[in-house]
């Protein structure tokens, strides 16, 4: 069974730009997690989808932002690129949001603003 | 608001002594579980503790839940190279979401 998986690996982008990152979840997995985990924040949850909509979102502007697709397939979009912003974007998926299914993770992506 | 406080935040041990890790909350938790990341890779689960005192063990991890259901430990016997890595402690939160909280981390080394 393929696990979770993101892409790119490593995306740089410069101040005030656009970014694009992109998740594949497990098969038959309809949960999508996104998080951020920044040198000294640790990891923070961001956004939360599940069956085509956003669930939840955690405490982070409004240029953060995303959408599932109908295969459940994610993407994570940011905004106005600021140089906080650089940091690990993970991605994880979970069977059954209601019930006490574990996520699970991909790599990430690497984000680095320049 | 950091609900999970992780101790210590950094433990350089020698191949073959034994650690402890503790993950405290002030808050009272369903269930809490532990992951370790390693660089340039997600995290993985290791385990999750549902129940107060419960005891898990993964080999040579113990994993405990205190009995309030409010902290926990990972305890790793013999350590080995192949532990060295970022140790997570996470507990589900937020109702029907269940997104994860996660703790400050320990990064642990093993020198061989």
């Known amino acids: 069974e393929a696990g979770v998986t993101q892409s790119p690996t490593h995306l740089i982008k410069t101040r005030g730009q656009q970014a694009t990152l992109r998740c594949s979840p497990i098969s038959g997995h309809t949960s999508v997690y996104w998080y951020q985990q920044a040198l000294g924040l640790g990891l923070q949850f961001l956004l939360w989808y599940d069956e085509g909509e956003e669930r939840n979102r955690g405490n982070f502007p409004p240029r953060f932002s995303g959408r599932q697709f109908p295969n459940y397939s994610s993407e994570l979009n940011v905004n106005a690129l600021e140089l906080e912003d650089s940091a690990l974007y993970l991605c994880a998926s979970r069977m059954d949001p209601g019930a006490n299914q574990p996520q699970h993770f991909g790599d990430g992506t690497r984000l680095s603003i320049l | 608001t950091q609900l999970l406080e992780q101790s210590p935040q950094f433990l350089s041990i020698q191949e073959g002594e034994n650690l402890t890790v503790y993950c405290n909350s002030s808050s009272v938790f369903s269930s809490l579980q532990w992951y370790r990341q390693e660089p340039g890779e997600g995290p993985v689960l290791l385990v999750t503790?549902?129940?107060?005192?419960e005891v898990k063990k993964l080999k040579r991890l113990t994993f405990q839940f205190g009995d309030a259901r409010k902290d926990s430990s990972l305890h790793i016997t013999a350590a080995q190279p192949g532990d060295t890595g970022l140790y997570l402690c996470a507990c589900p939160y937020g109702g029907a979401t269940n997104k994860l909280i996660f703790g400050t981390g320990t990064l642990l080394a093993v020198q061989p």
């Open positions: 503790v549902v129940t107060g005192g």
